[in-house]
């Protein structure tokens, strides 16, 4: 079985009494469901409020990025501890926000998974190609360089604290979501690169989620997907109505075959 994942990315929004309150409608409308695992990730400012917010519902709160060393001389940086001791359980890393406006490599984000697992987080780890990547037929060598990198020196047992994502870059932001069977071919093909670094067992277990424009009135199609299991949704996530929509679709646990 994969618990359905939808998790909402609200990137660079809202003040801290803005995420409060989107939390609390969150927490309100589907804060009680246990057949899906639900997780918010506000900015760094609001993850203490949207953290106490959340802290009786069954809402768990990322962050949207972290560091890969624990402490120093690194201004401006934050780190996995500091994130799981402010109350996240989840942090998202690799998204291609960092990769390409923050010129983040494949190394520099298996370092942040080393680091972040070992503070006791889970990852949410992102992966995903440029249209140009896919137009001139290297989007599979992408993911399998994106995925084993991140991956690197991960063991079979961290495996499970550890959650994909795949974004293409092209669908995010842009209305254009990847049609439920293009992204079904890609998730397939991860969940192959799953089963070759580790074993079957792995493969079947690592809930493997899509996001770019995931909408109310798409996430059906996309959840009907085999391989598909959750969503990591950027714009509609802001708003709790349609959060709530996504959310509430899955309603059944996925038995894998
Ligand atoms: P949109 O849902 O706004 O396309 O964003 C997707 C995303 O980047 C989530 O991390």
Same mark, same amino acid.
């Given at each position: 079985?994969?618990?359905?994942?939808?998790?909402? @990315?609200?990137?660079? +929004?809202?003040?801290?009494?803005?995420?409060?309150?989107?939390?609390?409608?969150?927490?309100?409308?589907?804060? @009680?469901?246990?057949?899906?695992?639900?997780?918010?990730?506000?900015?760094?400012?609001?993850?203490?409020?949207?953290?106490?917010? *959340?802290? !009786?519902?069954?809402?768990?709160?990322?962050?949207?990025?972290? +560091?890969?060393? !624990?402490?120093?001389?690194?201004?401006?940086?934050?780190?996995?501890?500091?994130?799981? !001791?402010?109350? *996240?359980?989840?942090?998202?890393?690799? +998204?291609?926000?960092?990769?390409?406006?923050?010129?983040?490599?494949? !190394?520099?984000?298996?370092?942040?998974?080393?680091?972040?697992?070992?503070?006791?987080?889970?990852?949410?780890?992102?992966?995903?190609?440029?249209?140009?990547?896919?137009?001139?037929?290297?989007?599979?060598?992408?993911?399998?360089?994106?995925? @084993?990198?991140?991956? @690197?020196?991960?063991?079979?047992?961290?495996?499970?604290?550890?959650?994909?994502?795949?974004?293409?870059?092209?669908?995010?932001?842009?209305?254009?979501?990847?049609?439920?069977?293009?992204?079904?071919?890609? +998730?397939?093909?991860?969940?192959?690169?799953?089963?070759?670094?580790? *074993?079957?067992?792995?493969?079947?277990?690592?809930?493997?989620?899509?996001?770019?424009?995931?909408?109310?009135?798409?996430?059906?199609?996309?959840?009907?997907?085999?391989?598909?299991?959750?969503?990591?949704?950027?714009?509609?996530?802001?708003?709790?109505?349609?959060?709530?929509?996504?959310?509430?679709?899955?309603?059944?646990?996925?038995?894998?075959?």
């Amino acid at each position: 079985m994969r618990k359905p994942f939808i998790a909402g @990315n609200w990137k660079l +929004h809202n003040t801290i009494a803005e995420a409060r309150a989107l939390a609390g409608s969150l927490c309100t409308s589907v804060g @009680n469901k246990e057949d899906v695992e639900i997780v918010i990730a506000p900015v760094f400012t609001a993850l203490a409020a949207v953290s106490a917010v *959340c802290a !009786d519902s069954n809402i768990k709160v990322a962050a949207q990025n972290c +560091h890969c060393i !624990d402490s120093g001389a690194f201004t401006g940086e934050v780190s996995a501890p500091l994130l799981a !001791d402010v109350g *996240c359980k989840y942090v998202i890393i690799g +998204h291609s926000e960092r990769r390409q406006l923050f010129r983040e490599s494949n !190394d520099f984000i298996n370092a942040k998974v080393f680091a972040a697992l070992k503070a006791g987080l889970s990852v949410i780890v992102c992966v995903g190609e440029t249209l140009e990547q896919r137009e001139d037929g290297s989007l599979f060598d992408v993911i399998s360089a994106q995925v @084993n990198s991140a991956l @690197n020196e991960i063991s079979t047992a961290q495996m499970e604290q550890v959650v994909i994502a795949y974004e293409p870059v092209w669908a995010i932001g842009t209305g254009k979501t990847a049609s439920s069977d293009e992204a079904e071919e890609v +998730h397939a093909f991860i969940r192959g690169l799953l089963g070759g670094r580790y *074993c079957a067992a792995v493969a079947a277990a690592t809930r493997i989620i899509y996001g770019g424009s995931v909408k109310p009135d798409n996430i059906g199609e996309l959840m009907a997907q085999e391989n598909i299991d959750g969503a990591l949704v950027g714009g509609a996530s802001l708003k709790a109505d349609d959060f709530s929509a996504i959310v509430n679709y899955t309603k059944t646990l996925k038995v894998v075959s």
